[in-house]
């Protein structure tokens, strides 16, 4: 499964921005090449995109079951855009669903990250002419 969080106003290579990640249920593997518009009233509706392709690995001398048990994992992203260490750390308040997403202080690295967005009006309609909405059970 993909272990998954969303992350409202999106992910930043800048240390200095702690952005909200809502851990959400997993994922079987192949939804990873989702793109599609999930119609109102379905889990997580709107237009989906790939935005980043890439793999993942713990940091060194991390235990991912452990750390993700105990609220904090640190791990090392290899992608496309988002490259070198993160942290997720579960915040005490609330459901235990809200995390923080952190990028480390690394060569990857970018004060003042600005994010781009991907979904254009043209990419949005090319998603609805592609493939009819998802069926909502």
């Keep these: 499964v993909l272990k998954s969080w969303a992350v409202p106003k999106?992910?930043?290579m800048d240390p200095a921005d702690k952005r909200l990640a809502v851990m959400v249920d997993?994922?079987?593997?192949?939804y990873g090449d989702f793109e599609g518009i999930i119609p109102a009233g379905g889990y997580g509706a709107g237009p989906v995109v790939?935005?980043?392709r890439g793999t993942w690995v713990p940091?060194?001398?991390?235990?991912?079951?452990?750390?993700?048990?105990?609220g904090k994992l640190v791990f090392v992203l290899h992608g496309r855009k988002l490259r070198g260490g993160f942290v997720l750390t579960r915040l005490a308040r609330g459901s235990g669903k809200d995390w923080l997403l952190i990028k480390r202080k690394d060569e990857n690295a970018e004060r003042?990250?600005?994010?781009?967005?991907?979904?254009?009006a043209a990419r949005i309609k090319r998603l609805r002419e592609r493939a009819p909405?998802?069926?909502?059970s």
């Design 10 to 12: 999106g992910p930043s």
């Design 26 to 30: 997993d994922h079987p593997l192949e």
């Design 50 to 52: 790939v935005w980043d």
């Design 59 to 70: 940091a060194e001398g991390s235990g991912t079951e452990a750390e993700l048990r105990q």
């Design 112 to 120: 003042g990250f600005e994010l781009r967005g991907e979904l254009t």
């Design 133 to 136: 909405p998802c069926e909502v």
